[in-house]
Structure formats: structure tokens, C-alpha cells
């Protein structure tokens, strides 16, 4: 493509999805997935538009810490430039364009400095050097609104830093509208990192994301979490979807509520049990060990599921007081499955901990995207903090978690799959997969037809 | 917290624990030479240390090429001699450095 992703020519949206099918089931165009056209509108429509989460508050504790956060082709730092101001500027020099930095770190002395001529900026983006100025440049050439870099919009939620391109884009509260008092409860601003990670699978952004966005997949791909189950493994959980892209799991009474059972013959609170022990090692988190011997302390008594169960939950959160681990109350409320539009999943478990993934474009490619999580956990009271997060990878998908590992082996293979001659269009459940097929509404209509 | 002594200049700073001298300096009103801002980029923070250098935490992957450079193209690699980058090195003791150009200070400051 010769032109700049930004400034595609592309308006009309031919891959919109369809109904096509019956009932609230839907068909999505394949072409989605690997079309470069749609790509390019996705990134006028949405990358370019939508509150997304750049960093964490964590990463930039300190006046002078920085964060790059890059998506698709533009490239963002992250820069703490007082105690209680964050910015987000353009990464690159106003002389030849060289970017500033890369990765995190921090500016020494308040100054950003081009490594190729050696121009400064202050933290606020003002530039406060030009080498050599008065005899290089024609004073107009250089004034201070030419030579200043320009600032994406910030916001700072849940620990967690926001970005939008847009200079016109509403706030991030109404971005958030519908989901805000989801995530709210989850207390994630209490929490650290305690691993965060990185892959890479060669397929498209929304491939990887869509396969968080459903429990349909469970009883064939994670048949460590369905255990026991069959093909009877209740795939059906209920949703609260937004006309803005967002979504959540609740606890629906027409649906059993939090009674919710996964098979028939199958003890729900030994279940739960069972569920968290494959947590644990399955997405490396979840739960901590004193927990599981707490556990299996209630697993040896021989009562009614609906008792131990409340009990069981007042026992962790209990013990939890006694060794100053302030967590939430162990509600559904505090614990959602949540979907943030337009790439964020918050996997909130009761117990203090959290994993929350991101899914981006790798770089230009509509076939590449990077998978990302943080490990997030409440730390006991008085915990000191720690040194800024590491981010490690890209990890190989067979070093991820278990959990995580089975979710990308579909990947790749249904990218390729995608292409097949003839398979124009996906089909998807508006029982089972209805957060999916919000989710691509929602991009159609930043899309426009 | 450490003392820096520079020579020449006769200039004196306090190092918190985990602070680099370059920051220290800068902390207290003193521009060290740089250019690049403490990026360990433009080796213009560079000092030799003149006393301490023993209690000093060794270079790290950053440094530790910059140093290899700059010993072979200015010390011939003689052996005695330690090169250092103010802007990477955290001292835990005090330390006696010497620069062939002054820090001056920064603007504003008195």
C-alpha cells in the first residue's frame, strides 16, 4: 500500500456483518481477518478514536519515567512530567522525525533528548534546546508552538493509563459508560504486577481477542476446566452487552444465578475446587497456596454444596483479614469476566487476584498480533513498592500458562483456516457468542458504512 | 547517602542510596556534562575515578561496552586507569572523580 494507513481512501465498509443466518445467530465476513482494506479502516475508525490502555500507573512511578505504547504504525511515550500529571506525547523529534525513545525507562535531568542532533524537549513537550539554533534555522522555523511535540489525550483509571489520538474524543468516563461500575468493585487500582508477558501468533488482533469472548469453547479446549463434564458441560453463561462495544459476564437468575451448574451429577462446590486448582497453574495466578489448603480442608467435610460454599468463601476472605491482604468482599459483583471495547479482558477471580490481557495488531500486519497480560494481586498492607514491572517476551505460546497455551494453539489455525476458498463468512452463536458479535457490531458502526 | 568530591572545580554533592551521580548532581543545581540526558548514549558524563573506585557495583550491560570504548580509544587500555558514566553509576560509598570539563550551574540556580 502506498499510502498511510491513517489517510486510507477506503470509506465504504462491504464487510459489515450480517445476519444472514437464523434467529439472533449471525454470519461475520471472513475477510475481516486478513483484509488489509478493513485493516486500514479499523485504523482510521478505531485505533485512531478509541480510549485504549497504554500502561500502567506502575510503570511510571517516578517525574521522568516513561512508557512507549505502540499500535499499528504510531508510536506513543507515556511520561510522568510532574508528581501529579502524566503525558502522552508523539514520539518523535520536530526536526527529522527520529523518535525520541523506546521501550521504558526514565529522562534524567527533565529532559528528553533526540539521539541523532541532539534536540531537546522538556517533559511537557516543549522543546528546549535546538543545537546550534540561531545560526541553523530561520527563527520562524523554530518558534516554540512549531517545535513543541504533540500531545495525545490521558486518563488514568483502575491503576491503569488511558490514551486516546483523538483530540475531539469525549471523555474516557463516557467511553466507559456501562462498564465503569463493573470493573469498579474489582478494586485493580489496589493491585501490582506480579508477571507480565508477552506473545506474538500469527493472526489477526481480533482472532486472539474473540477467543476470550465466549465460554462456548471451554468443554473442547480447556478440558481441564470443564473437568469431569462431557459434552453436557453447560456452555451457556449470560451477558450484559453495550451499544459501545462493552461487555460482562453476570450472574443472570434465568440461568441458575450463582448457582449456575457446570453437569449434571457433578458436586458444584468440589467443582469450584477443582476449577481453582487448574486456574492456579492454568493462567499462572488466580489463587494463592495457602488458599488451596484452606480448600481442601472444606473438601474432606461431607455437607450440603449451598453451606460449605458461602462458608468456604467466608473462611478465605476471613483468613485473608488476618494476614492483611486487603481484598473485596468475595461477591460476583467482585469478580467479573469483563470485556473492555475495544481490546482489553479483565478476568477478575474472588480471591485478590487478577488477569487483565490486552490484544493489539502487531505492527502493520492484519495476520500478526500481540497477546499481553499482567498478573495483577492485592499485596498485604504496608507493602512496599516494588521496582517498576518487567515485560517479558515474546514468550513461545507453549511457555504460556496451560490455559493460555490451549486458547492460542486455535489461533494460527483458524487464521489460516479463515482463507479457505469459499468460506466467506463465520457463524456465530447469538446465544453463546453474542459479546463477539457485539463487539464487531460496535466496530461497524465507528466504522460506518 | 555518599559524597561526591569533583576535581577540578572542587565541587561537592551528597548521592542518596540509589541515586546516580548524574542525578545527584542535577538534584543540587549542577549541570554534569551531557548531552544525551542520561541515556548512557553520548559518554560525556564520564569520569575517572580518582579514589573509591574499589567500593564501586561493577558496570552493568549498559556501561560496560560504553567503557570497553572509551578505555581503548582515550587510556590505550591502560589497566590502572577506571573510566566510569556518572549518569549509570549509583554509589554506595564516597568517591573522588575527575573531568576535563567543570559541571556548571544550571540556569535559575545559584
Known amino acids: 500500500m502506498s499510502t498511510r494507513i491513517g489517510d486510507s481512501h477506503t470509506k465504504s465498509n462491504p464487510w459489515a456483518v450480517g445476519s444472514g443466518a437464523s434467529g439472533e445467530d449471525v454470519r461475520i465476513p471472513t475477510e475481516r481477518y486478513y483484509s488489509r482494506d478493513f485493516f486500514a479502516l479499523e485504523c482510521n475508525s478505531l485505533w485512531n478514536n478509541a480510549w485504549q490502555v497504554a500502561c500502567r500507573l506502575e510503570d511510571i512511578p517516578g517525574v521522568g519515567d516513561f512508557a512507549e505504547y505502540a499500535i499499528v504504525d504510531q ?42 542532533h541532539g534536540w531537546r524537549y522538556n517533559l511537557d513537550g516543549t522543546c528546549s534546546y535546538v543545537y546550534q539554533g540561531a545560526t541553523a534555522f530561520a527563527p520562524e522555523s523554530i518558534g516554540p508552538e512549531e517545535l513543541r511535540i504533540p500531545e495525545c489525550l490521558t ?15 469525549p471523555p474516557l468516563e463516557v467511553f466507559l459508560d456501562g462498564i465503569a461500575s463493573a470493573i469498579d468493585p474489582v478494586g485493580l487500582e489496589d493491585m501490582r504486577v506480579n508477571w507480565w508477558r508477552f506473545t506474538e501468533v500469527k493472526a489477526n488482533w481480533k482472532v486472539a481477542l474473540e477467543a476470550f469472548l465466549e465460554g462456548y469453547h471451554i468443554m473442547q479446549t480447556h478440558p481441564e476446566l470443564a473437568q469431569a463434564a462431557g459434552d453436557d458441560y453447560s456452555a451457556h453463561l449470560s451477558y450484559e452487552l453495550h451499544d459501545n462495544g462493552h461487555g460482562w459476564n453476570i450472574q443472570d437468575p434465568d440461568n441458575g444465578g450463582i448457582d449456575w451448574w457446570p453437569a449434571r451429577g457433578i458436586n458444584y462446590t468440589k467443582w469450584i475446587f477443582e476449577q481453582d486448582r487448574a486456574m492456579r497453574v492454568g493462567v499462572d495466578g488466580w489463587l494463592d497456596e495457602w488458599i488451596l489448603d484452606l480448600a481442601e480442608s472444606f473438601e474432606a467435610r461431607r455437607e450440603p454444596d449451598s453451606v460449605m460454599l458461602g462458608e468456604y468463601f467466608q473462611a478465605v476472605f476471613e483468613e485473608a483479614g488476618r494476614r492483611g491482604i486487603p481484598i473485596r468482599p468475595m461477591t460476583p459483583e467482585t469478580s467479573p469476566f469483563a470485556f473492555v471495547f475495544p481490546n482489553i479482558l479483565i478476568t477478575a477471580g474472588p480471591y485478590g487476584r487478577t488477569n487483565i490481557y490486552r490484544f493489539r495488531p502487531n505492527g502493520l500486519d492484519p495476520e500478526s498480533a500481540l497477546i499481553e497480560v499482567w498478573a495483577v494481586q492485592v499485596r498485604p498492607t504496608g507493602t512496599p513498592e516494588g521496582p517498576r514491572p518487567t515485560r517479558e517476551g515474546p514468550v513461545p505460546q507453549s511457555e504460556l500458562p496451560f490455559v493460555l497455551a490451549q486458547d492460542a494453539s486455535n489461533m494460527e489455525a483458524q487464521q489460516r483456516g479463515l482463507r479457505t476458498h469459499g468460506f466467506d463468512y463465520e457463524l456465530l452463536s447469538g446465544r453463546y457468542e453474542p459479546m463477539i458479535i457485539n463487539f464487531n457490531r460496535t466496530l461497524d458502526r465507528l466504522i460506518g458504512t | 547517602m555518599s559524597t561526591v568530591r569533583v576535581v577540578p572545580g572542587d565541587i561537592e554533592f551528597g548521592v542518596h542510596a540509589g541515586e546516580t551521580v548524574f542525578d545527584a548532581a542535577f538534584r543540587v543545581g549542577w549541570i554534569w556534562p551531557t548531552t544525551c540526558y542520561g541515556q548512557a548514549r553520548c559518554t560525556r558524563c564520564h569520569m575517572k575515578v580518582v579514589s573509591g573506585a574499589a567500593d564501586l557495583p561493577a558496570p552493568g550491560p549498559l556501561e560496560l561496552p560504553i567503557l570497553q570504548r572509551l578505555h581503548r580509544v582515550s587510556h590505550r587500555n591502560e589497566l590502572d586507569v577506571v573510566l566510569r558514566l556518572a549518569c549509570q553509576v549509583r554509589p554506595t560509598r564516597d568517591l573522588t572523580v575527575e573531568l576535563k570539563r567543570a559541571p556548571v550551574r544550571r540556569e535559575g540556580d545559584t
Open chain 1, 75 to 116: 508510536s506513543i511515550l507515556i511520561v510522568r512530567d510532574s508528581e501529579t500529571s502524566i503525558r502522552a506525547l508523539r514520539n518523535r523529534c520536530s526536526h527529522r522525525g527520529v523518535q525520541l525513545a523506546n521501550g521504558s525507562g526514565s529522562f534524567h535531568g527533565c529532559q528528553m533528548v533526540c539521539p541523532f
Open chain 1, 155 to 169: 486518563a488514568t483509571r483502575w491503576g491503569l493509563v488511558f490514551v486516546n489520538m483523538n483530540s475531539q474524543a
